[in-house]
Each structure stands twice: as C-alpha cells, then as structure tokens.
C-alpha cells in the first residue's frame, strides 16, 4: 500500500501544475520556463548596466526605464508564484533564494518611497542592489550542491597548503631582506615579505625590485615556484571534485512542499520537510 504524507492534498492541482513549471526543470514547460527566465535576468542586469552610462543614459534614459519596469514588475509575479505553488511559502521566503529574489525587484519599489530634492540620490544608490539580480542565476546552477561539497572538502588541505605557502614566503622575504637591504627598497622584512608575495604570485607590481644578481637570482626562483605553487589548489579542487561527482546519487527534483533539492535517488519524502516527491 502506498504511504501517504499529511501534506500531501494540500496542493491543488493547477499548483502541482504550476509546480512542476517554476521548480522542475524536467518537463518542456519547466526548460522554457527556465530558459525565459534566464534570458529576463541577462537582458535585466544588461539594462542596468548600460543604464549607467551618461551618455547612454541621456539619450535612452526613457527606454532603459520602461524596460527596467517590465522587468521588475515580471520578476514579482515570478516571485508571487514561487510563493504561492508550495506548501511551505515561510521557508521559501527566509531561504537564501527567497532572500535574493525578494533583493532583486524590492528596490524599484523603494524609489517611490523617496521623494523630494535628495531623492534622486537615494534612487540611484538604490539602484546599486538591483546587482543582485546576477545572484538569481544561481536557480540554474543544479551543480551548485556538487561544487560546494568539492570546495567544502578542499579546504583543510588547501589550508594546509596556504600554511605551507606562508611560511615559504617568509622566509624568502627575510633572505632577500638580507641581500638587497634598505638601500634597495627592502626596508624591512614586512616590506620584503609583501615582495616576495607578489613575486610568488606572479602579480608584480614592480614597486620593488631586487637589483643585486643574487637578490635577481633569487626573485627568478621564487617567480619559477610561483608558477607550480599556482598549479597546486587546482589538482586539489579538481581531485575533490571527481571523488564527489563519484559518490554523488542525489536526484534533482524540487520538493513541492519547502521547494528544496538535494534528494537521493531513491527517496520518497523531503528529507527537510517530510513532505511526498
């Protein structure tokens, strides 16, 4: 007999409908749905960006608003439905999605708040957090889980590894303090350490430069390991990141209660709200 969930009839059918659009991306209808929306937020941030060009402005101003305004209002309703096709519409809210949805369209709203001789200011500091938008692609990124468990078991070894790199630094940045010396811009083992980073790095600003042959000979061993230092978190983030991809048996449908992913394969209920997949 098949077990049920008590939350289980709470969703009426045009909702389980509209469920499947807005939170799967399995059906043809859940693909353009993702696929419309994506193309709202690249034209949205687009928009925004040329925006703030003066003379862009000037002459489009009057378009670039009338868009800015299609778009806005185009995301509330894609937020309202969000809302309305779970059973949880708390959780969705306070999630980090819900968080950067609700960033992405409230400050258009917020200008009509900010009326008078300064208002044009607060407008276009408001503007600022539209940028958030960029975060809302993050609704596509289903490897999102996947990336974050390779880096999240990178990290002790990539510390280990930075610990490593430190100490190195150090100590190279007290021997080319001893070469070079004040006279030479290294005026103390701090100023020589950031040196030695940037060399490592292979940033080089060029602020300081060793100009005895050994302290040049020196500043080309460290820029030489500079460039196999570099290879090092890579290998360790793409090993990680294999192992995961291995283990990984996760499915990647929505719950239609909290609208959560991140279920195994083989699961019949949300393991974050019990409701039924």
């Known amino acids: 007999m098949r077990q049920t969930s008590p939350h289980t009839d709470e969703l009426r059918p045009w909702q389980t409908r509209l ?4 939170y799967e991306s399995h059906t043809a209808a859940g693909k353009a749905f993702d696929i419309i929306l994506l193309i709202f937020i690249i034209v949205s941030i687009t928009v925004v960006m040329l925006d703030s ?8 101003g009057r378009l670039f608003f009338v868009l800015e305004w299609f778009f806005t ?12 096709c779970i059973r949880q519409p708390w959780k969705y809210i306070f999630s980090a999605l ?4 609700l960033l992405a369209i409230i400050p258009s709203y917020l200008s009509f708040v900010y009326v008078g001789s300064q208002s044009l200011l607060v407008f276009r500091a408001l503007r600022l957090l539209r940028v958030f938008r960029i975060f809302r692609l993050v609704h596509f990124l289903s490897e999102m889980q996947f990336l974050h468990v390779a880096i999240l078991n ?10 490593f790199v430190l100490s190195t630094v150090v100590i190279l940045g007290s021997i080319i303090y001893l070469v070079e010396g004040p006279a030479n811009g290294f005026t103390s083992i701090p100023q020589s350490v950031y040196w030695a980073i940037v060399t490592i ?9 060793p100009a005895t042959p050994l302290g040049k000979l020196i500043a080309s061993f460290i820029m030489l390991l500079g460039y196999g230092i570099l290879a090092v978190p890579t ?3 793409t090993t990680e990141m294999a192992l995961a991809a291995k283990a990984r048996r996760q499915a990647n449908e929505a719950c239609p209660g909290c609208g959560r992913e991140g279920h195994d394969h083989d699961a019949r209920f949300c393991k974050y709200c019990g409701a039924l997949l």
């Open 154 to 163: 990178s990290i002790r070894k990539i510390s280990i590894f930075i610990l």
């Open 19 to 22: 469920h499947e659009i807005i």
């Open 98 to 101: 819900g968080v950067i949805d």
């Open 73 to 84: 209002l185009s995301f509330t309703v894609e937020y309202v439905l969000r809302l309305i």
């Open 235 to 237: 290998g360790i983030v």
């Open 201 to 209: 790095t292979t940033v080089g600003y060029g602020d300081i430069a």
């Open 53 to 60: 060009v003066a003379a862009l402005h000037i002459r489009y």
